[in-house]
């Protein structure tokens, strides 16, 4: 699969270098579609993983319909935690194809989210959207 959808957030990463308790409290967990770069997105399903949340890729997507391989499957956002107010920080998003990973912030607003990586004074938002 070609990981456009994430490079933006990668970029960032580029440029430096079951626990139930923590999902409870959460308007993460679900599945959420990414923000469309060049065409392709996917869907990040989130849940519980060592006592923290985490992002797994369950299906992705290109300009000309669903496509199946590359980040598929793969754990792209790691140890979020909720601090508060529909806020999640402590994790990392991780570029599947090269493993990069940069600080990230998330923020659920209902139906959608705000996403933010950042490496010292460079960030990158994108809004992402529920899908179930």
């Keep these: 699969m070609n990981t456009h959808f994430l490079k933006p957030l990668a970029t960032v990463a580029a440029l430096a270098m079951s626990g139930g308790a923590a999902h409870a409290d959460t308007g993460l967990s679900g599945t959420w579609r990414t923000a469309t770069y060049n065409g392709d997105y996917a869907f990040v399903r989130f849940?519980?993983?060592?006592?923290?949340?985490?992002?797994?890729?369950?299906?992705?997507?290109?300009?000309?319909?669903?496509?199946?391989?590359?980040?598929?499957?793969?754990?792209?956002?790691?140890?979020?935690?909720?601090?508060?107010?529909?806020?999640?920080?402590?994790?990392?998003?991780?570029?599947?194809d090269t493993g990069q990973s940069a600080p990230l912030k998330l923020k659920v607003n209902g139906g959608t989210m705000t996403v933010s990586a950042c490496l010292g004074p460079l960030c990158r938002n994108e809004t992402w959207n529920r899908v179930q």
């Design 47 to 96: 849940g519980p993983c060592s006592g923290k949340i985490c992002g797994v890729v369950t299906r992705t997507f290109g300009p000309d319909g669903e496509i199946e391989g590359g980040s598929l499957g793969k754990t792209i956002v790691i140890n979020m935690e909720p601090v508060g107010g529909g806020q999640f920080e402590g994790g990392r998003i991780r570029r599947p």
